[in-house]
C-alpha cells in the first residue's frame, strides 16, 4: 500500500468526484478511500481536508467528510466570480496569442460547430471545456487560472445539467465564436466584452433551470 498522500491521492480523488462517481451529501468513508486508492489513513485525511478547502468536500464534526452539494444559489455566485476572471483572462489571451494556438482555437470552434449541427450535446460540452482550458493556458495568468479551475470544479455537476437543457448548446455556440475571433484579432477589450456577456449568459440559464426545477418540485 502506497503511503504517499499529497498530490496523487488528492488528485486520484478530485478526479473522482468531478466524474461524479461519488453524489451530493455522500459520505466518505476514509477505510473505503484508503482500500481504493491505495493510499495510508492519513494521506486520505489529508487529501480530503484539501478538497473541503476546495470546496468540494464538507468536513462536519463526528460525522467525517462528505460529498458537498452546491446550491444553485451558489453555482450563480460562483459563476458571477468567474464572469470576471474569465474576462481578464480572454483579454490576456487576446494580446498572447501565437499563430499556433490560433489555429489550435480556429479547430476546436470549428469542431464545436460540427457537434452541435451532429446534436452530440456531451461532445460539444467538451469540447466547451477544452476551449476554455486552452483560453486558460494561453493567458498565461496563473493566479487567474487555478482560482477559476477550482470554482469550475464546484459547478462540474451544474454545468453537466446545462449542457443537457434543450437549446443550450445552439445558443452558445455563437458566443464561444465571438469570443474566438476576439482573441484571434488581438483585441483584448472585445475579448473580455465577449467572455463577459458568455458567462453571464451562464448565469441566466442557471436561473432558468432553478426556476424550472422549483416549478417541477
Do not use: W
Not at 4 to 11: K, M, V
Not at 171 to 191: C, N, T, Y
Amino acid at each position: 500500500m502506497s503511503t504517499s498522500a499529497g498530490p496523487d491521492i488528492t488528485g486520484a480523488i478530485r478526479a473522482a468526484l468531478l466524474r461524479g462517481d461519488y453524489v451530493p451529501r455522500q459520505r466518505l468513508i476514509e477505510a473505503d478511500l484508503c482500500e481504493q486508492f491505495g493510499a495510508s489513513r492519513s494521506g486520505v485525511r489529508s487529501a480530503l481536508q484539501q478538497l473541503a478547502a476546495e470546496g468540494l468536500v464538507e468536513m462536519q464534526s463526528n460525522r467525517g467528510a462528505s460529498v458537498r452539494e452546491i446550491t444553485f444559489a451558489e453555482a450563480v455566485e460562483v459563476t458571477e466570480v468567474r464572469m470576471v476572471l474569465e474576462g481578464l483572462i480572454a483579454a490576456r489571451a487576446a494580446e498572447r496569442v501565437s499563430p499556433a494556438q490560433a489555429e489550435e482555437l480556429r479547430g476546436i470552434g470549428a469542431d464545436m460547430a460540427q457537434a452541435v449541427a451532429d446534436g452530440e450535446l456531451m461532445a460539444y460540452s467538451d469540447l466547451n471545456a477544452r476551449l476554455h482550458r486552452r483560453v486558460r493556458d494561453i493567458a498565461g495568468h496563473e493566479t487567474a487560472k487555478q482560482v477559476v479551475e477550482r470554482l469550475r470544479a464546484q459547478m462540474v455537476r451544474h454545468q453537466f445539467m446545462l449542457s443537457l437543457v434543450p437549446g443550450r448548446a445552439r445558443l452558445s455556440m455563437p458566443q464561444h465564436q465571438r469570443i474566438i475571433a476576439a482573441i484571434l484579432a488581438g483585441d483584448p477589450v472585445e475579448a473580455e466584452a465577449a467572455m463577459r456577456d458568455h458567462m453571464g449568459s451562464v448565469v441566466e440559464a442557471l436561473r432558468a433551470l432553478e426556476a424550472r426545477r422549483n416549478r417541477v418540485s
